[in-house]
């Protein structure tokens, strides 16, 4: 297959992954805020009526499982194009590198908020890494 093809379809696949993580954690979110103020005002797409079989607490308690499962998908997606365009491990380590560092900025920050007593501005704060 031609390389610039393999180039567009590595793209294709990174756009295809944010589209159906945002598209996922809308309808997550949508369907958490219907359960909590028991309303249907926040629509979400099409997953809605799967996720709204589940408890509030089972879905809240998924997203902090989803989000990693994304993180991974990402940071791997991205080292096998780093890998096909340089054909080199020192830029997937750098990569690799990247992520690590902002996972502990984001795990600082959480356990910040936690400790002083305020794990919502911890949280929010985490969540810019």
């Known amino acids: 297959m031609n390389r610039k093809i393999k180039i567009a379809l590595f793209i294709i696949?990174?756009?295809?992954?944010?589209?159906?993580?945002?598209?996922?954690?809308?309808?997550?979110?949508?369907?958490?805020?219907?359960?909590?103020?028991?309303?249907?005002?926040?629509?979400g797409y099409a997953l809605e009526p799967f996720i709204a079989l589940f408890s509030y607490n089972t879905i809240y308690i998924a997203k902090w499982f989803i989000t990693p499962f994304f993180a991974f998908v990402y940071w791997f997606t991205q080292k096998q194009f780093l890998l096909f365009i340089f054909h080199e491990k020192k830029t997937t380590i750098w990569l690799s590198m990247l992520y690590l560092s902002?996972?502990?900025?984001?795990?600082?920050?959480?356990?910040?908020?936690?400790?002083?007593?305020?794990?919502?501005?911890?949280?929010?704060?985490s969540r810019l890494f």
């Open 13 to 43: 696949v990174l756009i295809f992954l944010g589209f159906l993580r945002e598209n996922l954690f809308f309808t997550i979110n949508a369907v958490l805020y219907n359960k909590y103020f028991s309303s249907t005002d926040h629509l």
């Open 102 to 125: 902002l996972f502990l900025l984001a795990g600082i920050f959480f356990v910040a908020g936690w400790a002083f007593g305020n794990i919502t501005a911890g949280y929010t704060f």
